[in-house]
């Protein structure tokens, strides 16, 4: 039984159509990629599968259970966490009183210390910077702390949108390696990313979009030596 699995999925904006029935499944441990130009419905996925989007038609089961209309504050109290497009950090909140509020939906309070322990030693630079005010880091270090918040709520699978969007090369492959890290600690990830060439280097299996189609999906390795694919999205 696949972790997560979206079926048939239809989701509108007014009268637009930006998903047009598609389907596909995350398997428990793996890395997936959602690949596409901007606008082919890769953030409306993610917003719909984390509650905050009502589908027109479909269904998403996570671990089994239907969760198509649960709200989205009870779907992280399930064990699923989103990293949202451009951080969305709370700005005038200290990065521990971001860190914590990831954990509101937790209600044992050695667990959630272990967590934080455990996100200070995959971010350092967020526990040297925790007394400090989010909307005063860098770009790269509250992508870190977006991240490090989401991992508090202790979940099974994170869903991340765009984390490398806006930053220098050196932090974009910083931010990689933290996901694959991420993935060997036991977390699923279902990855949206503009840079394909790392998102494939990275995932298990990917799903090409196309205006709200799945158009392609497979290997990851196989998909990134593709010809189609590498004209398309890899600049080769």
């Known amino acids: 039984m696949a972790m997560l699995e979206i079926k048939d999925l239809e989701v509108y904006y007014g009268v637009i159509q930006a998903i ?3 389907s596909f499944e995350v398997n428990e441990g793996e890395i997936i990629s959602l690949i ?5 419905g890769k953030t409306t996925i993610l917003h719909t599968v984390t509650g905050l989007i009502s589908p027109k038609k479909g269904s998403i089961l996570f671990e089994g259970r239907d969760i198509t209309k ?12 989103h990293v949202p497009e451009g951080r969305r950090v709370f700005a005038e909140m200290s990065v521990y009183q971001n860190l914590k509020m990831g954990a509101y939906t937790r209600k044992d309070k050695g667990e959630i210390e272990q967590t934080l322990e455990t996100v200070y030693r995959r971010f350092p630079r967020l526990e040297e910077r925790r007394n400090q005010l989010a909307g005063t880091l860098s770009g790269g270090e509250q992508q870190m702390l977006a ?3 989401a991992l508090m709520s202790g979940p099974r699978i994170i869903l991340m949108d765009e984390p490398s969007m806006g930053l220098s090369p050196i932090l974009v492959n910083e931010i990689f390696d933290i996901i694959r890290s991420v993935s060997e600690a036991g977390t699923t990830v279902l990855l949206v990313e503009q840079n394909a ?3 494939l280097a990275i995932a298990d299996r990917a799903y090409v979009l196309e205006t709200g189609r799945i158009v392609m999906s497979g290997d990851a390795k196989e998909l990134m030596n593709d010809d189609s694919i590498k004209k398309a999205y890899l600049g080769e």
């Open 20 to 22: 047009k029935g598609i």
């Open 36 to 40: 596409g130009a901007n606008g082919a």
């Open 70 to 81: 649960v709200p989205a504050h009870r779907i992280v109290g399930l064990g699923m966490a």
């Open 147 to 149: 991240m490090g918040r």
């Open 197 to 199: 060439k790392k998102a």
